[in-house]
């Protein structure tokens, strides 16, 4: 077979696997990411069957898959909303940080990793999986929920700390000096607020630009803005995704909703690749050594997450029940954790073993989550059923 049809049967192979790997998941009702992942492992170089013919289009749609995440992320927000978001809820955007990117920093420094292994794992254990709660909320009927907006909001501020965050990783990653950093750092919140700006005061512009009835021009115009702003933000040394990002917030109204609509199919089949290709980067026998160090970050970045949740939900006077949900919907990692250890692996700025730990833990967190935020409610019943028992009776 010539190196072409190869490739089309590897691809072909690997879609088709994909898809069956989603209807499983689909059957209990959880996440398909750990299963893409697994898929990975099993594709890759040490898996069961090495495809090495689609590993060069696993990269490149990869790529792709992350932009559609993040610019139907920045779709379903609007400047306005993320502004307010951040008023209300900064305190708890900046618990989040504290308690969740430091179980990262200590695993990464006590592993030898240094300073740039530990502003890596700090990203990848601080940040939720926006597209699993989602998921997770709209599956449980949760989304008019008092706590919902809480939890909205700390996405929203983790979704912005990114912007800021991604930057300063990829200047660590690059070996920049200090001043040439600097400048990077500079150019990128520049470039943030200005995009902000007009998503603020020009939104409806944008909107206008990329719009169109006809659905083949629509999608066109939609990928082609999407791709250039991803690539000049890259070439600002701001994340790729963070652009798509932003460019999602600004596209509002109808325009935004039909964009939706029109764009999931491609972000489902594309952020798939990206999963899969992020697990063709990484050796199995790797997994086993952190094994241990994964399920440590499991359990106590899972207790942080409720924490977090749990407080903010009592700042705005929400009963024990809402804090507890609140607190579960944010415990699932997922695809913003894998695009921070696949930047770091792919630019080769920090330890082989890195891309092991964060597979396994996104493996373990991306079950995990939805798994506790279904049984959160049973179990806090259970415990308040306990208390009264156990309260004594007044005589």
Known sequence: MDSTGLALFELGAILFALGMLGRLAGRFGMSPIPLYL????????????????????????????VVLLLLLLGLEYTAAELVTGLRRDWLAGLLDIVLN???????????????VGAVTMAGVTYISSSGIVAKVLNDLGRLGNRETPVVLSILVFEDLAMAVYLPILTMMLAGLSFLSGLRSLAIALVAITVVLVVALKYGRYVSAIVDSEDREQFLLKLLGAALLVAGAASALNVSAAVGAFLLGIAISGSTAQEAAKLLEPLRDLFAAIFFVAFGLSTDPMAIPPVLGWAVLLAVVTTLTKIATGWWAASRQGIRRMGRARAGAA???????????AGLAVSLGGVDGKLAALASAYVLMMAVLGP????????????????RRRSDPVPG
């Open 38 to 65: 697994l898929g990975g492992l099993a594709f890759g170089d040490g898996g069961i069957v090495h495809m090495r013919a689609a590993t060069e289009f696993g990269h490149l749609a990869g790529e792709i898959g």
């Open 330 to 340: 944010l415990v699932a990692r997922g695809e913003f954790s894998i695009v921070i």
């Open 371 to 386: 798994v506790v935020a279904r049984i959160v409610e049973p179990a806090v019943q259970f415990v308040q059923r306990d």
């Open 101 to 115: 990117a430091t179980p990262g920093v200590v695993v990464a420094l006590v592993l030898g990793w240094g300073p």
